[in-house]
C-alpha cells in the first residue's frame, strides 16, 4: 500500500508541473528547463551527452543523473537530471509519460544525433538490433524514485546502496543487453541529442 501511495504522489507532482507551466506560460511552444529544450509544439527533447564507453553490458541507451549504479550500464550519459527529463517529457504529453513510467510502454520516437552542422539520425553512428524503445533511457523507477532522487541519495557505490540487491532487480527486470555496434567516429566527445516523440 505504501508503494502504491507513493506512486500517487509522483503522479500527483507532475499534474501540478503542468499546471503551473500552462497557467504561467500559455503562449510558449517552447519550455527551456535547466539542462534540457522543450519543444511542445515539435513533441522533441534535446539534450547534451557523452558518450560511455565501459566494459559493462549496456541495457539502455541515454543515462540521466539519478540512480549511480546504472550509469555504467548506459551507452550514453547526459548531466541532465532525471527528474528533468521526466518533467520535459511530461510536460509534451503526460498521458504518454505515465504509460511509459508505469507500463514500461515502449514508446515510438526518432534519435537525432548534432554533427557537421545538422541532424542525422542515429543510425548513422550506431547499429541497434531488436532494439526496444523502452531502452532508449532509464526512465526511472515509480517504486523507488520518492527515495532515490531525493537531494540526500548520492551513493556511487554499489556495495553501499540502501536499495540493492532489490533495486537492481525490479529496474532491470525483462530488460535484456542492447545489442549495438558504433559504425562512426563521434567528433566531439560531448554532443546534442534531439528525440522526438511520436
Known amino acids: 500500500m505504501g508503494m502504491n501511495f507513493l506512486t500517487k504522489l509522483n503522479k500527483i507532482y507532475f499534474l501540478v508541473l503542468l499546471f503551473i ?8 511552444k517552447k519550455v527551456e528547463l535547466p539542462k534540457i529544450e522543450v519543444d511542445k509544439e515539435k513533441r522533441t527533447i534535446i539534450f547534451e551527452a557523452t558518450l560511455n564507453i565501459t566494459k559493462n553490458e549496456k541495457y539502455f541507451l541515454f543515462y540521466f543523473q539519478g540512480y549511480p549504479w546504472i550509469k555504467d550500464y548506459c551507452l550514453f550519459v547526459s548531466s541532465s537530471s532525471l527528474k528533468e527529463l521526466q518533467s520535459s517529457i511530461a510536460l509534451i504529453d503526460w498521458q504518454l509519460w505515465d504509460k511509459i513510467y508505469t507500463t514500461k510502454f515502449p514508446p515510438k520516437l526518432e534519435i537525432e544525433i548534432f554533427e557537421d552542422n545538422k541532424w542525422l539520425p542515429l543510425s548513422k553512428f550506431i547499429n541497434l538490433k531488436n532494439f526496444n524503445t523502452f531502452q532508449t533511457i532509464f526512465w526511472g ?8 532522487l531525493k537531494d540526500t541519495y548520492k551513493t ?4 553501499n546502496c540502501e536499495l540493492l540487491p ?3 532487480s525490479v529496474v ?5 543487453p542492447l545489442e549495438y555496434k ?4 563521434f567528433k566531439s566527445s560531448k554532443m546534442q541529442i534531439r528525440i522526438k516523440f511520436k
Open 21 to 28: 507551466v500552462y497557467c504561467v506560460k500559455p503562449s510558449y
Open 172 to 176: 532491470l527486470s525483462g530488460v535484456v
Open 156 to 159: 556511487t557505490i554499489c556495495a
Open 166 to 168: 532489490l533495486e537492481q
Open 141 to 148: 523507477s515509480p517504486i523507488y524514485d520518492e527515495v532515490v
Open 182 to 185: 558504433l559504425k562512426n567516429n
